[in-house]
């Protein structure tokens, strides 16, 4: 049995753990592969929630919202692609502390 079965990604923080990248597409076409270690920090400084469909709800095309089409939320998925988009990393000793808290 495959352990994604078992044990579900529910949150940046699995996705992380698992290192597996977040894609994120646009109902226009547009499509964004992050790090999850620098997606799950963006919302960690924010203290916004990292559960997978909250993520869902704040991610939105950058292209569709210069271009003022409107703001639909993009569909996200967990993959294994290499990531496309570059947003600060957390520092080690920060990624190290959250690790140990969450054992």
């Given at each position: 049995m495959?352990?994604?079965l078992v044990n579900?990604?529910?949150d940046l923080f699995d996705a992380a753990v698992r290192h597996r990248t977040i894609k994120v597409s646009c109902r226009c076409?547009?499509?964004?592969i992050f790090d999850p270690h620098a997606l799950w920090w963006l919302f960690e400084r924010r203290g916004w929630?990292?559960?997978?469909g909250d993520v869902q709800r704040r991610?939105?095309?950058?292209?569709?919202?210069?271009a003022k089409r409107k703001r639909?939320?993009?569909?996200?998925?967990?993959?294994?692609e290499n990531h496309t988009r570059q947003l600060p990393m957390p520092d080690i000793s920060e990624w190290k502390r959250?690790?140990?808290r969450r054992r």
């Open positions: 495959s352990r994604e579900p990604i529910r076409g547009n499509v964004g929630n990292d559960r997978l991610m939105r095309c950058l292209q569709c919202y210069v639909t939320p993009a569909a996200i998925e967990v993959s294994n959250q690790l140990r």
